[in-house]
């Protein structure tokens, strides 16, 4: 009956709500937010990367530290700069 329920509310869901896809738009966006991640961490440039958060942004690091906001991010990956020379590529 669970599994009855659920397919019910899925089609329903598929048919009452306005599904849309990605726009191409969207996918430029996304490229361009992501070249430019790659180009400040590359070039190791915390702050580059601080503009590309938001005050509510929030990363987990490695050790599972949560950072929240820009400024923590920007000042972990200033940090990480010091102690490591790694590129990212992607």
Known sequence: MKKGSFFLLLLCTTFYTNLQAQSMADEAA??????????????????????????????????????????????FFAEQFKQNDATVFV
């Open 30 to 75: 996304m490229a361009t937010v992501v070249y430019d991640f790659m180009r400040a961490y590359n070039q190791q440039d915390a702050t580059a990367l601080q503009k590309l958060y938001t005050e509510f942004a929030t990363r987990i690091d490695q050790e599972g530290e949560k950072l929240v906001g820009a400024n923590q991010i920007a000042a």
